[in-house]
């Protein structure tokens, strides 16, 4: 009896609860566990020691980390289970830890990526970025796009060549016009230029197969309207596509780009997203700088339901 109210007095607290319910869905590391509940490394490390101490996880060494497993009883979890509506920030954790371990894949693949990089530096005749998202924008089905937050539109008139019709949209008038005056210099008929706001879009209803906004949320005022304008917009089974910063820290971004938001984290991205009514919601970091502050861009999709 003893030690069965030694465990529930241990997980009386907050985060010694959170990580044992955590544990319970997979092995996880101290990084990871930061991460997920939002404490400093000092604070998981000792609930984590007081845990195992009274056997409730256990820890595997994988060279530098240490992987935390659940070793608590059923039961005791059977009791904390029922809990879990009452500790609000379980549900944050699922989703928290969801993308963690996508960030595991995402470790993976950049691994590859890098591998591949130091395989491709030589030249090889007409292998290039641009020739293969060519290809891969001709496998496309021809769409309406919402270009939100468009700038002077480069990225409207690459769509342009595949889309059915591309609405680009800026609030800066000189971008508008600048955009515009291109589109006609190169006689692309299919591209339109409209001065309008990410919060209050100059589209009709559920006209647009695709919004797509690329590092322009982070200008919004309010990104969760302009994540609301852009499901207005969609069509019923219509797409999201978001890419824009991860958090960073680089305070001068907001003088020098005018930036309003320092970033999103992926787990922010996926709330807007999921807040806004969309489902099949994924993210995930695609892109690192290699040179300081190293930005990253993170990528967010999702799908208006058709019905």
């Known amino acids: 009896m003893a030690s069965i109210l030694k465990s529930l007095r241990l997980a009386a607290d907050p985060t010694r609860f959170r990580l044992l319910l955590l544990l319970e869905q997979e092995e996880l590391s101290v990084a990871e566990l930061q991460e997920i509940v939002g404490k400093g490394q000092s604070q998981v ?26 070793k608590a009883p059923a039961e005791l979890m059977d009791f904390l289970r029922q809990g879990a509506a009452e500790v609000p920030e379980t549900a944050q954790d699922r989703a928290a830890m969801r993308l963690v ?29 641009q020739a293969i998202a060519e290809a891969l924008l001709k496998l496309v089905p021809p769409l309406v796009i919402a270009d939100l937050g468009a700038g002077e539109g480069t990225i409207s008139q690459w769509m342009a060549q ?49 919004a797509f906004l690329s590092q322009a949320l982070h200008h ?33 971004a907001r003088e020098m780009y ?17 807040g806004g009514g969309f489902r099949a919601v994924e993210t995930a970091v695609v892109y690192r700088e290699t040179e300081a502050p190293h930005f ?12």
């Open 162 to 210: 595949r889309a059915r019709r591309v609405i680009a949209i800026d609030n800066s008038p000189k971008m508008v016009e600048f955009g515009a005056k291109l589109a006609r210099e190169h006689s692309i008929g299919n591209l339109q230029y409209r001065l309008g706001d990410l919060e209050e879009v100059p589209i009709r209803t559920g006209t647009v197969d695709l």
């Open 258 to 274: 005018a930036d309003l938001w320092l970033g999103f984290t992926e787990l922010e991205l996926e709330r807007f997203l999921k």
């Open 220 to 252: 919004a005022s309010h990104p969760d309207r302009a994540v609301a304008e852009a499901w207005r917009i969609l069509k019923p089974g219509g797409r999201i596509a978001i890419l824009d910063l991860n958090r960073h820290r680089f305070e001068e």
């Open 45 to 70: 490390s000792t609930a984590l020691a007081q845990l195992k101490q009274a056997g409730l996880v256990d820890d595997r060494r994988t060279g530098k980390n240490a992987f935390y497993r659940l």
């Open 296 to 307: 990253e861009t993170v990528l967010a999709t999702g799908e208006k339901p058709a019905s």
């Open 101 to 129: 371990l996508r960030k595991r894949q995402d470790k993976m693949r950049r691994y590859f990526d890098d591998l591949a990089g130091k395989f491709g530096r030589q030249y090889v005749p007409g292998r290039s970025w």
